[in-house]
């Protein structure tokens, strides 16, 4: 407890909030024109460059990045921080959050030293590159050898950020603040719990959902034009998107009016590029729908992983796959394929879109067993980091845990353990945030119904307004100024609840597989 | 002059050439990743940014210059070079070529402050935009303003840079060292001495090349297959490059490995996509072939505009319209459009690539005619800084110039003033090195076959393999380790003399016209 009238230990001090205010938007220009070309030159890298552009490419966002960690590690932002949130009320809401946001992300960084980072992400760039090759000619021994050297550097970093805890902890922390195994733990038993034996009994169930109406072969630049309708039908600012082509899909957002999605199509999979494309679609709205008062400054974009994959799955999901909007979805479909699909009724296109059978390929994996993929990824991360598992052993762990959760043998590493790009990215820990983002996105669906909302109505009007401007208000709009659980609960009137989602599937497949 | 004995005024610094040359490499890499970020995005952002981004990336970008010029300027930076030069058999050469090179960038933004020269940027990220929109909507009202703003800010710098010196001569110096209106008024001169009389005897001739047989429409997406041929028929590293689509064709080139060309095609007129095509990709081949170990430091990329624009212009013409080259031209055109093409003779295709007919559009002028458009603009410019003309006055000047050296009527400001990207991008002082590099084109060509090659003989044979060894052994590879007149003087046994130039214009010129 502090004593006011107490005389303090060393002179004061004689607060200069004018200095202090531009030396914290001199250190945001700095943190943002590196953010900008980090983002920008690493997410069109592997979409754009030339077999030869790596090593420089690597070498450039390295020295941005060290460049990045040095402006902000610097002592004086530290002093400059402390003197901030000690007088609150000469900064403004704006500022503070700056200033909050900016400590935690300097938090992360400072105990490692600025090579060592430098390091990583060289090692992620030419990782990240000779996966691309690995899993094209699925050839998992020359990606092997990366793995090991990423885990290893990952717990040397998570040593350094936090001695005390356990280095699979740290990196789960990271990606969203406040988790850790004891989080993760209960969440994936509750999922799996309720999962496993609905999908045995889905499995079992002799009513089934097929895809049969959604199957052939559909020409690959129509596919491309229809990624664009659904844009549109999304209602993603066209004005801020560049759409691109790449192996495995993602978005980039270097500004508010500049977000980069890089998608793919396949020729007999037309279902894989819609919900591709309205999955990033949902991470693209987030990032487009930031108060643009925090353009430019450490405020903008997403404030975790979990709830950025909250957004992209939602409009994957819980919207894209639902009943009420297969209308508008076949709509822009037969519009781009009229011979094919001109029979095809919603109700047919909502079965095909959620039949519930294993698959080796998460991207493609429906709505139930999607959350298997993630155990399994979250059981086997901890095995590396542990040490219980080196790389080699993947591929048979890969293998036996595919057998055991979904009943798949798996041919090839290509359809394996190759198949994500994350982990050659440095991402380990990120997979989780998928199963969580989901179950965030049942919440709110529950809370939009709560408040008043007519979901499906507004999901069959193909108008998805009222959706964007609820999520607009309670999420987006927020920028990284609150964290998920202040957001979750101020939005829910609750905090988090896996049951949601839990609720939500139950519903769902026992509906669709006949099982009430 | 300095008596060797004497004591020296203060206490020498103690040589430490190992910190010296850390202190060098750390500020290289500081430079590289500015450079590369800010090529990479100011190159990408024409061509695939959507209409939002500019605002945010023109800011990023400046703030990247900024950062630059910053380091660049440092007082440390001044003293570093000063020990480095002093102490040259410490060093090596290259280091030594390095001090060099960047105590001439520092030289050149030293006396202008780093806010200007934001400020600058952020002009001309907004100019080019509004210049784009410009074009398209032919509406020159709207680009005015910038134009005079540009001016003005350049007339500015240019004063701080040199106060003693005419502002368009410092910016002429800028893209070329060591020139002036004193080196280009002669040129220019003699230049126009050769051309003006050469064309009206052309225009009197009635022995006249026509481009008939290379007349009609080609279907656009196979003219972007033929781009990619002509890229391989020159000899460009395609694992180092990247082909994108813009309205005006540049290259950009990030790193030794990453070389960038956007490009137009235009169905109605194939010529212009393989003379686009062979253009950029001579500044591609210059950009790849720099010496590998000058990749990430300040000697990487082209010695000057002018030897720059000499690359692109070699291959363009002195090889692309040469008649031994029109034989490997026309089978790639013939490979991708075999019916439209299959019965020209390579004669015919020479004849149609060199017809010298006056054009509005400096990018589609012939051989002849093209440097009388560089020299509008250089007496355009020089009104424009010398106040005699403001940008309001600029489209009746334009027209009036365009009559007088062309014989043309200006229908229009999108085919007139607004034509080009260079005064959007602050570039004035830019338009000359293009007459410059091919008059430098010239002389080496005959410098390579005093040499002994049999220069038409490796044109028809398609494979350019001793010409690009020739121009990367005693130019490319020296990035910028040498001036352009130390290149030429070295290349050609002597200075350079734009006698070259006229004569091989009179020659090709007198010979396709009959007129010897």
Redesign the interface.
């Known amino acids: 407890m502090t004593n006011a009238n107490a005389a303090p230990a060393s002179e004061p001090a004689i607060p200069n909030p004018r200095a202090d205010i531009a030396q914290l938007d001199a250190l945001e220009?700095?943190l943002?024109?590196h953010r900008?070309?980090i983002d920008?030159?690493a997410s069109?890298g592997p979409v754009?460059?030339?077999?030869?552009?790596?090593?420089?490419?690597g070498?450039?966002?390295a020295?941005?990045e060290q460049?990045r960690v040095e402006a902000l590690c610097a002592p004086e932002v530290g002093l400059l921080l402390d003197r901030i949130e000690q007088n609150p009320e000469l900064m403004g809401q704006t500022r503070l959050a700056q200033a909050r946001v900016i400590r935690r992300d300097r938090a992360s960084l400072i105990d490692v030293p600025a090579e060592e980072q430098a390091a990583f992400t060289r090692l992620t760039t030419e990782a990240n590159d000779v996966w691309r090759r690995a899993k094209a000619a699925n050839d998992w021994a020359s990606f092997e050898p990366y793995l090991d050297r990423i885990v290893e550097a990952m717990r040397h970093m998570a040593q350094a950020k936090n001695a005390e805890k356990d280095p699979y902890d740290v990196w789960l922390d990271e990606f969203e603040h406040g988790t850790s195994r004891a989080f993760y733990d209960p969440f994936f038993a509750q999922v799996k719990d309720c999962v496993v034996p609905l999908l045995a009994d889905c499995m079992a169930s002799r009513h089934k959902p097929d895809h049969k109406v959604m199957d052939g072969k559909f020409d690959v630049e129509r596919q491309w034009a229809l990624a664009g309708d659904l844009m549109r039908l999304e209602g993603v600012?066209?004005?801020?998107?560049?759409l691109?082509r790449t192996e495995h899909p993602f978005t980039g957002g270097?500004?508010?009016?500049?977000v980069l999605i890089a998608s793919h199509v396949y020729e007999d999979n037309v279902l894989s590029n819609v919900f591709s494309m309205l999955h990033e679609g949902g991470h693209t709205l987030y990032e487009q729908n930031v108060d643009p008062a925090y353009?430019?400054t450490s405020l903008k974009g997403g404030t975790s992983m979990g709830m950025h994959e909250a957004q992209s799955r939602f409009f994957e999901n819980i919207v894209g796959r639902s009943e009420a909007f297969a209308g508008p979805l076949l709509e822009v479909l037969q519009r781009r394929f009229p011979g094919q699909l001109g029979r095809v009724t919603p109700h047919q296109l909502y079965l095909a879109e959620n039949c519930a059978a294993p698959c080796l390929i998460r991207c493609d994996a429906d709505e139930l067993t999607y959350p298997l993929h993630i155990l399994i990824r979250y059981e086997l991360e901890q095995m590396l980091f542990s040490g219980e598992a080196k790389a080699a052993d993947i591929p048979a762990l890969w293998a036996a845990k595919h057998k055991e959760y979904l009943g798949l043998d798996v041919p090839d590493d290509a359809h394996g353990a190759l198949q994500d790009t994350h982990w050659s990215d440095g991402s380990l820990g990120y997979f989780p945030t998928y199963a969580l983002g989901s179950a965030f996105g049942a919440q709110l669906k529950a809370a939009m119904v709560a408040g008043g909302m007519d979901f499906d109505a507004v999901c069959a009007s193909g108008d998805l307004a009222p959706i964007r401007e609820w999520l607009r208000t309670n999420i987006w709009h927020w920028g990284r100024a609150k964290d998920s659980d202040e957001l979750m609960l101020a939005a829910c009137g609750e905090p988090f609840s896996p049951a949601y989602y839990t609720d939500y599937l139950t519903q769902k497949f026992s509906s669709l597989y006949g099982l009430q």
Chains 1, 2 share one sequence.
Request: hydrophobic letters at 45%; one cysteine or more.
């Open positions: 220009r700095t943002y024109c900008y070309a920008e030159i069109l754009i460059d030339p077999a030869k552009a790596t090593a420089e490419r070498e450039a966002v020295l941005l460049e600012d066209e004005d801020a998107l560049w691109g270097p500004g508010v009016g500049f353009a430019m």
